[in-house]
Nanobody, 123 residues
Framework: QVQLVESGGGLVQAGGSLRLSCAAS????????MGWFRQVPGKEREFVAA????????SYADSLKGRFTISRDNAKNMVYLQMNSLKPEDTARYYC????????????????WGQGTQVTVSS
């Protein structure tokens, strides 16, 4: 089992930045690829970004490339999502995810989820 706890969400004005954090516990953190997803009420959860267990490979939703950056610190069992130039359409609940399979980490079929942290971007 892997437990994931997100933090760092909040209210920010359009154009601002936020850094989300996800603390992992349980199994060996470096065994897992990590990802971020987001969800708006009434819509499907969507992929935001993923990072490999080594931290050397990352992927992003096409629409978010250049504004969002995912990173991890295996020594601290942490994964981060730096979000810049935020837009009102980025408003969502953001979820941290973990899976041992790189193919799965970009889909909603990931094995482990956090409870999410709310990000609200005002115009």
């Amino acid at each position: 089992q892997v437990q994931l706890v997100e933090s760092g969400g909040g209210l920010v004005q359009a154009g601002g930045s936020l850094r989300l954090s996800c603390a992992a516990s349980g199994r060996t953190f470096s065994d897992y690829h990590m990802g971020w997803f987001r969800q708006v009420p009434g819509k499907e959860r969507e992929f935001v970004a993923a990072i490999s267990w080594t931290g050397t490979v990352s992927s992003y939703a096409d629409s978010l490339k250049g504004r969002f950056t995912i990173s991890r610190d295996n020594a601290k069992n942490m994964v981060y999502l730096q979000m810049n130039s935020l837009k009102p359409e980025d408003t969502a609940r953001y979820y941290c995810a973990a899976d041992e399979n790189w193919v799965i980490i970009e889909t909603i079929g990931v094995r482990y989820w956090g409870q999410g942290t709310q990000v609200t971007v005002s115009s």
